[in-house]
């Protein structure tokens, strides 16, 4: 089993405890913080309380492939969300989980964003197949970071700081050649696991990101968690995209850093109000300095929240088609929520 018996007990009971107080209320929203600095050597940090990570994209497209790229971590935070879900929900329904492995697929429309995601789910549980599936099916339409990508969301930018500068600026993605200001890879994927307890380990590529809850929520803190993955890869890719716009207007930068917050909507994941859960609205501020004046600094970060792909994602929903397999037979089906009671 993933889970010793003492500490399925402790999630559920955790569990319990929140469905009890989120019925009390009827609601349970949250807010989350990320912010992202833009590198000198082009790449991107990533912070959301104690934890960091560099995202970056790879050198085909004008990177240096320090990091998985924003639209992976995107990807990322919704398999690693799901496999939080499942442990939880495994814990409440008393399904013994062996193993939770989700490998994520998503197509990227360079002009609109991750236009599709694709998930297969690979289970390995103490439980006849029905069981299974009404399991892996709450855990679908509860999962708090697959509704952020299926729903519109609200992003809200604002610039609290323009500096002119001259000098050495931050090393720019090389656009030569490039006929657009942002590339993206037309497939990107993310291999999920779930460890244990509620510490999930996603792997894009060669990079490995750990996500989880702190321990108040029941989880070890071995991580961020979806959420504040989310918002860091919303962004990184904001700041790679500046920076490309930066580079085709030959404008050098030395600054550009971005703080997020995201107000959740979690009463979803513990039954009430399914189908409205998740992300819900985020705010922005960038503050940027480069060698150009003020106009030409606050058009390239305007141009850039325009452009940018998982802005433009996140201003409306993607559709995500489910695979699920059990005991080795694959079920096809498109992932269309129907909420349910607990």
């Not at 104690?50 to 790879?58: C, T």
């Not at 995201?262 to 960038?286: C, K, P, T």
Request: glycine share 8%; hydrophobic share 35%; proline share 5%.
């Amino acid at each position: 089993m993933l889970n010793p018996d003492d500490v399925t007990l402790r999630l559920k009971e955790t569990f319990l405890r929140h469905i009890e107080e989120v019925e009390k209320r009827e609601k349970m929203e949250a807010v989350s913080e990320a912010a992202t600095s833009l590198h000198r050597d082009g790449s991107v940090k990533a912070t959301a309380r104690q934890y960091s990570l560099v995202v970056d994209e790879p050198e085909a497209h004008g990177g240096a492939d320090a990091g998985p790229t924003p639209e992976e971590l995107a990807l990322s935070q919704a398999g690693s969300c799901q496999s939080i879900t499942a442990s939880l929900y495994a814990a409440l329904l008393d399904i013994g989980l062996r193993s939770y492995d989700v490998e994520l697929r998503g197509e990227v429309d360079r002009n609109g964003g991750i236009s599709r995601v694709e998930t297969l789910t690979r289970i390995d549980a103490e439980a006849d197949e029905d069981k299974v599936r009404d399991f892996q099916r709450r855990v679908e339409e509860r999962c708090v970071g697959l509704a952020s990508l299926r729903r519109q969301v609200e992003v809200e930018s604002s610039v609290r700081e323009v500096s002119t500068t001259s000098g050495e600026g931050i090393a720019a993605p090389d656009v030569s050649g490039d006929d657009e200001a942002r590339i993206p890879p037309d497939e990107v994927k993310a291999p999920v696991h779930l460890r244990k307890q509620l510490t999930v380990e996603v792997k894009p590529r060669h990079f490995s990101v750990l996500a989880d809850w702190p321990p108040f929520m029941g989880g070890v803190g071995a991580g961020p968690t979806s959420e504040e993955i989310l918002l860091s890869s919303l962004g990184a890719c904001q700041t790679i995209t500046v920076a490309r716009f930066a580079s085709a207007r030959g404008v050098p930068l030395s600054r550009y850093d971005v703080g997020l917050k995201g107000n959740y909507d979690l009463s979803g994941l513990f039954g009430i109000r399914v189908g409205m859960q998740g992300l819900q609205r985020v705010s922005m501020e960038a503050a940027i300095e480069g060698g150009a004046d003020e106009d030409v600094l606050r058009d390239i970060h305007a141009q850039a929240l325009s452009r940018s792909l998982l802005a433009l994602t996140m201003r409306r929903s993607v559709p995500i088609e489910s695979h699920l397999e059990v005991a080795g037979r694959k079920i096809r089906r498109w992932f269309i929520p129907k909420p349910t009671d607990a």
